[in-house]
């Protein structure tokens, strides 16, 4: 039970950054595109770990000291969205998806 209790979460979470990332990528993290890929949220609810996906990939670093930056806001409006469903929201860490570039890399290399 507490699997999908979690899991839940975690989509709704994923799905309620999306949006707020898509709203503020053209005025906070200069137009780059931000893919939540991932939320894992701990049992007790207490962190979410956001993996992000960074397009283009130039200045990943930049962007991701941009939201870090920015992680009270984000979390701020995360918490307006889901009042209504959660009493507490998790805090949120934010680490960087790097599996579309390690795909790419493994393709580069078998096409050699």
Known sequence: MEGKRLE?????????LGEIFQRQAQAVFQGKM??????????DLGLAKVYLSIFPPENKQAIMEAIKHNTKTIRHELAQRI??????????????????DYIENIDRLLKE
């Open 34 to 43: 931000i893919t939540v890929t991932a939320v894992r949220v701990t049992p």
């Open 83 to 100: 009042r209504n469903q959660m009493r507490i929201v998790p805090d949120l860490a934010f680490y960087i998806d790097d599996s579309l």
């Open 8 to 16: 839940k979460v975690s989509r709704q979470i994923q799905k309620d």
